[in-house]
Nanobody, 123 residues
Framework: VQLVESGGDSVQAGGSLRLSCVAS?????????VAWFRQAPGGEREGVAA????????YYADFVQGRFQISRDNAKTSAYLQMNSVKPEDTAMYFC?????????????????WGQGTQVTVS
């Protein structure tokens, strides 16, 4: 089982980024909730957004405030995070995670599989 994130970059405030996560290995994606978490240096890992297996339900952290959109393509075992109007406080390592479906974003301990992360820096 492997989750690989990409798309992180250095960007100016107000700009946009699209993060991608590709899953491989049995049991890591289909029927699973997929989420994006982030962790800033010295900070705790916090949930950003999650999406249900069918894409019908999406859950966002309050700080997203309509700026980010999560999506997934089950045929490609991939998930995405479109980040718009980014702010310096969005600077963090962003992680993709999958786990059993629950109707919420939830906390990190609810997720089973994790990627290695992709760095987003906003200046």
């Amino acid at each position: 089982v492997q989750l690989v994130e990409s798309g992180g970059d250095s960007v100016q405030a107000g700009g946009s980024l699209r993060l991608s996560c590709v899953a491989s290995g049995d049991g890591s994606f289909f029927g699973k909730r997929v989420a994006w978490f982030r962790q800033a240096p010295g900070g705790e890992r916090e949930g950003v957004a999650a999406i249900s297996p069918s894409s019908y339900d999406k859950y966002y952290a309050d700080f997203v405030q309509g700026r980010f959109q999560i999506s997934r393509d089950n045929a490609k075992t991939s998930a995405y995070l479109q980040m718009n109007s980014v702010k310096p406080e969005d600077t963090a390592m962003y992680f993709c995670a999958t786990g059993p479906f629950l109707a919420r974003l939830g906390t990190a301990d609810e997720y089973t599989f994790w990627g290695q992360g992709t760095q987003v820096t906003v200046s």
